[in-house]
Nanobody, 125 residues
Framework: QVQLVESGGGLVQAGDSLRLSCAASGRASSGYFMGWFRQAIGKEREFIAAIHWSGGQIYYADSVKDRFTFSRDNVNNTAYLQMNSLKPEDTAIYYC??????????????????WGLGTQVTVSS
């Protein structure tokens, strides 16, 4: 069982930066991915980024790949999403997830078994 807790969300202006954190606890077998997803009001949950537990594979959505950076600290069991050049369309609840997708299914939310409660990010224009 894995527990995930997100933090770092808030209200910022367009062009600002935020760093989200995802603290993980519990036990997980090796080979898992951690992912970030987001859901805006009235929209479906959207893949943002994923990282393999080894750090060797990182995937990004096209909409964020030049602005967001996903990293992890295995010593502290924490993952980070550095978000730069934020835009109003980045406004959403951001969720951290963990699971065992393949590299071909890493963008599918149903491949992740564990989820945090989310943190709100609001970007004003």
């Amino acid at each position: 069982q894995v527990q995930l807790v997100e933090s770092g969300g808030g209200l910022v202006q367009a062009g600002d930066s935020l760093r989200l954190s995802c603290a993980a606890s519990g036990r997980a077998s090796s080979g898992y991915f951690m992912g970030w997803f987001r859901q805006a009001i009235g929209k479906e949950r959207e893949f943002i980024a994923a990282i393999h537990w080894s750090g060797g594979q990182i995937y990004y959505a096209d909409s964020v790949k030049d602005r967001f950076t996903f990293s992890r600290d295995n010593v502290n069991n924490t993952a980070y999403l550095q978000m730069n050049s934020l835009k109003p369309e980045d406004t959403a609840i951001y969720y951290c997830a963990a699971g065992y997708p393949s590299r071909w299914t890493v963008r599918r939310d149903r491949e992740y078994a564990y989820w945090g409660l989310g943190t709100q990010v609001t970007v004003s224009s």
